[in-house]
Structures are given as C-alpha cells and as structure tokens.
C-alpha cells in the first residue's frame, strides 16, 4: 500500500508540473478555495466529543482540455494539481489540526462537463495525536505525518469565463498505515463549496494547440 500511494504521489506530481512549450498551459492554470464542514467518525470507544469538522483547502491546478501531449488525451483529459489544507477536526484539545499536502487528479462523470470526480492522496501533519497519559481516548494516529486521501464527487452548478462554482460531497481518510500503533486512523464525511478560479483563461485559446499537432 506503501509503495503504491508512493507511485501514485510522485506520477500526479510530475504531470502537473512537467514543463512543456505549448500556449494552451498557461490559460489552463485554476486556483480553487474551497470550504468543507462534516462529520469526524469515532475511531475508537470513548472516542472524543466532535463538534462539526472544518477544513479549508487551497488548490493550484491545470486542466488539460487542450494539452496536445499524448498522455493527457489517453487519460480523457484530466484536471492535476496540488492540495494544500487545513483541517479542525472539531475538537482541538484532542484531535488537534492536520495541515495536508495531496496532488489530485479529476476526472469528468457521467459524460457530463458539470460532473467532476476528483481523487487525491498526500500526507498530513497532526498537532495533536495518541499519548497513554496526556490524550488517551483519541488512538486515531500515533505519528505526527500520516497518509492523507481524499474521493469527492463535485457538481458544477454555475459556470463564467473566469470562476466556476460547485458544490460536493465526498470521503476523507488519514491514516499512517500501521506504520506506528495505535492506528484507527480519521474518517470523515463532508460537503463542500468551491469556486474554480480561471485567471488567465481565454476563449481564443482553446482547440489551436491541438490543432497544431
């Protein structure tokens, strides 16, 4: 599982940041705020009282619509980028933050544009975690970088040249893989809203790139 989430990471990574000399790269650029409020499943019994969780997550992104590379057109023309967030669990005194990288990868669903499936994995480091003395009753993590993941399903409700807001629903785990017990580990199920920033985007570049090729 290790070496996988290892491929994985490194595999987005690269193909978000590749270099390459075609005009279609910089009018693909997003940012994307985004805001997520849901529920923190106990981990374990006597799990800690949670009040609602809360995450902000600030994503840098490209979509490759109009990426002539051959990769990009093999893989339906995905959207990659790097997550950057801020979780609260909903209980600071025992379960602390995660602030969490993950590069992601999305993809559209149901053959639609408004649908977007969007999975990621990365790491988090835990302000808080598992002490027999100080924090027993949360034996979620006993490290303080743990695997992250992430799986949201997000519907485009309104779309503009440079902002396209949607809202989701969706999974989020971190985990440090047995690295270090105790290891229950976070589960969560949240909602989100974020607006897809597209500040360089243009209507006059959109199929010339692939055209060309």
């Known amino acids: 599982m290790k070496k996988q989430l290892t491929i994985f990471f490194v595999f987005v990574f690269s193909i978000t940041f590749a270099q390459t000399e075609t005009e279609w790269k910089t009018a693909a650029f997003t940012f994307t705020p985004e805001i997520l409020a849901g529920l923190t499943m106990e981990s374990n019994d006597g799990f800690p009282d949670t009040e609602f969780q809360k995450q902000l997550i600030l994503s840098f992104g490209r979509n ?21 967030g801020v979780t609260d669990f909903g209980n600071l005194d025992s379960l602390g933050i995660a602030i969490t990288a993950m590069p992601y990868i999305e993809y559209g669903a149901f053959g639609s544009d408004r649908w977007k499936l969007l999975t990621a994995m990365g790491a988090s480091y835990f302000t808080k975690k598992f002490d027999p003395e100080t924090n027993p009753k949360n034996q979620a993590v006993t490290t303080d970088i743990t695997w992250a993941f992430r799986m949201y399903l997000f519907y485009q409700f309104w779309e503009s040249e440079k902002v396209d807001w949607r809202v989701g629903l969706g999974y989020s785990h971190h985990s440090n893989g047995h690295m270090r017990l105790l290891n229950q580990g976070y589960n969560s199920f949240l909602v989100s809203l974020a607006a897809d920033i597209k500040p360089f985007s243009s209507e006059k570049i959109s199929n010339q790139s692939i055209a060309a090729h």
Do not use: D, F, M, V
């Open 64 to 84: 490759h619509k109009n990426n002539p590379q051959e990769w990009a057109q093999r893989l339906k023309r995905p959207t990659t980028g790097l997550s950057i």
